[in-house]
């Protein structure tokens, strides 16, 4: 597939066109753990590391004693190693060693976070609201936008109508370490392969049918999300914009090429400089 428009990198004119676009509610946002990272939460690997040290005494030999005891070899991956703690020890105890790996962390709102408190001010005077998709269960995002805005993580809380069309909020597609995360958060290998719930998929469609798509820091780990995020990329009305630093898979690089949408190689920090954004704004 020729992909070299895919990757031309943006002019100066192009980020200032696509700038003021995001500014006038033109585009919602999906963000994954990269974002997370950058501002001090552990990897999937780490996190996997943090989890199996709290089931061990000595938090020193815990990876060995975890690895002979389940004959797990190679990188330590977030989804396989949160399925076997949670086949031995229980959903309940998983999700409370992973509750407690995050929060230990607590960092505050990174410079990156910050650009999107910053977005969703000045997208609030064009009379629409910043949109965010995410598949963090941490709570940085949110923290970072403006007080007014609302976070979905259950159907009730869709079907209920809080979400006020003028007022920023987020979509928490693998749930939230505070509202019902037993229930709520996806992140075993069994949980990522079940489809995703019929509200997530109307929510997601319903903001990608009315703009356009940037996403940031996405590994494309989950099967559905990645399809309906391809099938919009595919739908879109406007061109889509890949952020990462990793290379997206060949799917997703012929949804953009098809629709003229850009694949940017470069972390979200240098992204939102180039799009004039910064914290004294």
């Given at each position: 597939?020729?992909?070299?428009?895919?990757?031309?990198?943006?002019?100066?004119?192009?980020?200032?066109?696509?700038?003021?676009?995001?500014?006038?509610?033109?585009?919602?946002?999906?963000?994954?753990?990269?974002?997370?990272?950058?501002?001090?939460?552990?990897?999937?690997?780490?996190?996997?590391?943090?989890?199996?040290?709290?089931?061990?005494?000595?938090?020193?030999?815990?990876?060995?004693?975890?690895?002979?005891?389940?004959?797990?070899?190679?990188?330590?991956?977030?989804?396989?190693?949160?399925?076997?703690?949670?086949?031995?020890?229980?959903?309940?105890?998983?999700?409370?060693?992973?509750?407690?790996?995050?929060?230990?962390?607590?960092?505050?709102?990174?410079?990156?976070?910050?650009?999107?408190?910053?977005?969703?001010?000045?997208?609030?005077?064009?009379g629409k609201a910043m949109?965010?998709?995410t598949t963090n269960f941490?709570?940085?995002?949110?923290?970072?936008?403006?007080?007014?805005?609302?976070?979905?993580?259950?159907?009730?809380?869709?079907?209920?109508?809080?979400?006020?069309?003028?007022?920023?909020?987020?979509?928490?597609?693998?749930?939230?370490?505070?509202?019902?995360?037993?229930?709520?958060?996806?992140?075993?290998a069994t949980d990522l392969?079940?489809?995703?719930?019929?509200?997530?998929?109307?929510?997601?469609?319903?903001?990608?049918?009315?703009?356009?798509?940037?996403?940031?820091?996405?590994?494309?780990?989950?099967?559905?999300?990645?399809?309906?995020?391809?099938?919009?990329?595919?739908?879109?009305?406007?061109?889509?914009?890949?952020?990462?630093?990793?290379?997206?898979?060949?799917?997703?690089?012929?949804?953009?090429?098809?629709?003229?949408?850009?694949?940017?190689?470069?972390?979200?920090?240098?992204?939102?400089?180039?799009?004039?954004?910064?914290?004294?704004?």
């Amino acid at each position: 597939m020729p992909d070299n428009d895919v990757r031309r990198p943006l002019e100066e004119e192009e980020w200032g066109m696509l700038s003021t676009r995001i500014q006038a509610g033109e585009y919602a946002f999906f963000v994954a753990s990269g974002l997370s990272a950058t501002a001090g939460l552990p990897t999937g690997a780490e996190l996997a590391e943090r989890i199996i040290e709290k089931l061990y005494r000595n938090p020193a030999t815990a990876v060995a004693v975890f690895r002979k005891r389940f004959g797990y070899q190679g990188e330590l991956d977030l989804p396989v190693v949160t399925e076997l703690v949670e086949k031995k020890y229980g959903r309940e105890k998983m999700i409370r060693h992973l509750i407690s790996c995050v929060t230990r962390w607590n960092p505050a709102p990174s410079s990156i976070h910050n650009f999107f408190h910053l977005f969703a001010l000045k997208i609030e005077p064009s009379g629409k609201a910043m949109r965010i998709i995410t598949t963090n269960f941490d709570e940085l995002l949110e923290r970072s936008l403006p007080a007014s805005r609302e976070v979905i993580v259950t159907d009730e809380q869709y079907r209920m109508g809080i979400v006020r069309e003028d007022e920023p909020w987020v979509l928490k597609v693998h749930g939230c370490i505070r509202t019902q995360p037993i229930d709520t958060i996806r992140i075993t290998a069994t949980d990522l392969r079940k489809p995703l719930e019929t509200w997530k998929r109307t929510a997601v469609q319903s903001i990608l049918a009315l703009r356009g798509l940037i996403v940031i820091g996405y590994g494309a780990t989950d099967i559905h999300i990645k399809r309906i995020i391809v099938s919009a990329i595919r739908q879109s009305v406007r061109e889509t914009y890949w952020v990462s630093l990793g290379e997206p898979s060949r799917q997703v690089l012929s949804a953009l090429f098809a629709k003229n949408g850009k694949f940017l190689q470069m972390d979200a920090m240098t992204f939102f400089k180039n799009l004039g954004m910064e914290e004294n704004n």
